[in-house]
């Protein structure tokens, strides 16, 4: 069964990276331009922190999220958001993923803080093996029949 791939973002500090590594399945960096200027092969999710950067619209999500985005073929295949954030940045908590969700209408999978704890990277796992399983089902991948025999 195919599994949902993760597209993300971290800084320097490396927090999302962290979680992401976790899962234990493919995962690409968005600040590789590389990464950023290809279009993934199927349906694919998103993990974002959020930046409160004090601009004039109070946006939060990174750059490198943005400019992935833009592609209409990109966005066409993304099935869902995870987000990282600080729950110190209180109305801003998760902005960025928030607000990508609901432009977006996809759904937000998981949120956790900073680097999330074991529990979390156990949840959002599970999560996101439930996903790859409706998505196999959706596309006709159906489970071998048990034998009744
Ligand atoms: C300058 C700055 C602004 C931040 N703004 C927000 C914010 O608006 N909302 C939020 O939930 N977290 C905010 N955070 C917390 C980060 O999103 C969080 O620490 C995340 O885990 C960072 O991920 P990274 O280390 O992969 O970049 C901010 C952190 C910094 C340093």
Redesign the pocket.
Known sequence: MRQTPIY????????????ALALKRPVFDLTDRAVRTSVPDGPWVLLT?????GNADND?V?EPVKRFLRDPAVRRKMVGIM???????GA?????ARQIANISGRPMLFEF???GTQWDVEDARAILEELDRQLAHAHGEEPAKQSIA
């Open positions: 993300f973002y971290s800084s320097k500090s490396g927090m999302a990276r962290q979680f922190p959020s930046y409160k950067t939060t990174p987000g990282s954030g600080n729950r110190n940045f801003h908590y998760q902005a960025a803080e900073l680097q």
